[in-house]
């Protein structure tokens, strides 16, 4: 299983663009990248995954370079409700291959 | 409205009275697993299911139990619960749990207290 190292924690101000950073150096050829967001007192909730270079969707977008060792989960003009702890997983397996580490905890202040 | 119900959302509870903790999905997936969430360990997952009467183990299995007797339905059981069982625990389900691509649906969650 390929593993993740994320930051533990980031701030950011209200109006900021966020970008969460992600390493996978021992990522396989087929695996995906997945991020799920976490509010306090809920469940994760998927934002978005990708294979390789750009995937852009309504609520963030995700960068990755064509080595594929890393990931960043960018979110524009982040605002409170922002707030939320950010789960990197990577995996080819089904759900069973995915492991969720510690994430980061991202703090929108205004 | 889709989602994944658990319950109770909150529970108290003794060393060695056994409880069990619902969780339903509507979304006639296949796939169902349980993990449990502790502060700086992120989530760890429990037990899973493919299908009914499918089940494995997940990465911290021991002292729980589940069963998958219908498609909508996977309960945790814990038959001697313990104070290293408090935990907050999520109940998630995908469409087949085979391909990386899925989704996963997490329920609300449950807040378990073992004294």
């Known amino acids: 299983l390929a593993k993740t190292t994320q930051p533990i924690s980031m701030d950011s101000y209200e109006g900021q663009e966020v970008n969460i950073t992600c390493s996978h150096n021992n990522i396989a050829t087929n695996d995906y990248i997945t991020w799920y967001q976490q509010f306090p007192s809920q469940g994760p909730r998927f934002i978005i995954q990708g294979y390789k270079t750009k995937v852009t969707n309504e609520v963030a977008s995700l960068f990755i370079p064509a080595d594929r060792k890393s990931s960043t989960l960018s979110l524009p003009r982040v605002s409170l409700s922002d707030t939320a702890v950010y789960y990197c997983l990577v995996g080819d397996g089904g759900n069973n291959d995915m492991r969720f580490g510690a994430g980061t905890r991202l703090t929108v202040k205004p | 409205e889709a989602q994944v119900t658990q319950n109770p959302r909150y529970l108290i509870t003794v060393t060695g009275k056994k409880l069990t903790v619902t969780c339903s999905q509507n979304m006639n997936h296949e796939y169902m697993s349980w993990y449990r969430q502790d502060p700086g360990l992120g989530l760890r997952q429990i037990y899973y299911?493919?299908?009914?009467?499918?089940?494995d183990k997940g990465d911290v299995p021991e002292g729980y139990k589940v069963s998958r007797k219908e498609k909508r339905n996977f309960p945790l059981i814990l038959e001697s619960p313990s104070p290293n069982q408090t935990s907050l625990y999520f109940c998630a389900s995908s469409s087949t749990g085979v391909t990386t691509n899925e989704k996963l649906f997490f329920g609300s969650g449950t807040q378990l207290s073992v004294l």
């Open positions: 299911s493919m299908n009914v009467e499918v089940t």
